[in-house]
């Protein structure tokens, strides 16, 4: 078996992010064998390791899991979409949704549509405000399973935020959210627990904390709400509320950044009964 010795530490977090953000670059992954001295053959058995599938099947199944959810929280066409997630045409799309979801885009749509498309028919008055943000620098610390373990997500980085040192007076705490959980499987639900400085020499610490990586998000407008109280509450009926009350009476469409949580105050210091945060959803 082939040995290999990268020319960089090997951060299973850092790689997953960096091929989260090139998605639909076809030379992303030789992009990085050569950044961190890997070879093909040794990424890809460092990939099956971590999430037992290469980093191209990883890969696909983002894209087409992006795919689905424009096709069920937008109006954009079948093309729009496939272009959007980095197919060249049409039909490679078509092919390689049916593969993943087991029926068509078209299908797929339809069928959402039926399920979740009468939320929408609902009169509900929400206070929505408008954001737009630059790009925001993060130090994070990723975990993945289901919504209802986010509280003691934030229980766990208190721990290396404490550590580190991380002042609620020198910055902002913020949640990353980058799945939908009517289509991503139960217990693969990928979410952020980050710290936004105000000065950038926080980020240093990323070099002394094994469990902290920095982390860019892309900059754009987003749908704010206000929320408070317990998380597994108030952030599903939020976000519910904003996708399929909101967004369909709105000139916006669903954007395929992460959508974010802004918190008020300190999430592991402060019971979850009294969090106050607030969900902005990316929309463009």
């Given at each position: 078996m082939p040995s290999f010795s990268p020319r960089k530490n090997v951060n299973q977090i850092e790689l997953c992010r960096l091929l989260e953000a090139r998605q639909s670059d076809s030379v992303a992954l030789e992009a990085l064998c050569n950044e961190y001295g890997l070879s093909v053959y040794a990424l890809n058995r460092l990939f099956k390791k971590w999430l037992g599938q290469s980093p191209r099947c990883w890969q696909r199944r983002l894209r087409l899991n992006e795919a689905a959810i424009l096709l069920g929280r937008t109006s954009q066409s079948v093309l729009s979409i496939a272009q959007s997630v980095g197919y060249e045409s049409q039909q490679s799309f078509c092919r390689a949704f049916t593969r993943e979801w087991g029926i068509s885009p078209t299908c797929f749509?339809?069928?959402?549509?039926?399920?979740?498309?009468?939320?929408?028919?609902?009169p509900i008055r929400l206070s929505v405000s408008h954001r737009v943000l630059p790009p925001l620098r993060l130090l994070s610390q990723r975990f993945v399973g289901n919504y209802d373990r986010v509280p003691d997500y934030w229980k766990t980085f208190g721990k290396v935020a404490e550590r580190a040192g991380f002042d609620s007076n020198q910055g902002v705490f913020v949640g990353v959210t980058w799945d939908d959980p009517d289509l991503t499987p139960t217990g693969e639900i990928?979410?952020?627990?980050?710290?936004?400085?105000?000065?950038?020499?926080?980020?240093?610490?990323a070099q002394t904390q094994p469990d902290l990586t920095i982390q860019t998000l892309g900059g754009g407008a987003y749908a704010a709400l206000e929320k408070q109280g317990p998380y597994h509450e108030a952030v599903p009926k939020g976000y519910q509320q904003l996708v399929c009350h909101w967004l369909p009476g709105s000139s916006w469409q669903l954007d395929l950044r992460p959508a974010i949580e802004w918190f008020e105050l300190v999430p592991w210091q402060t019971p979850e009964s009294d969090w106050r945060f607030e969900i902005r959803l990316p929309i463009t």
């Open positions: 749509r339809h069928q959402f549509a039926k399920q979740y498309g009468d939320l929408a028919n609902q990928r979410y952020d627990c980050g710290f936004l400085p105000c000065n950038d020499q926080w980020f240093s610490l």
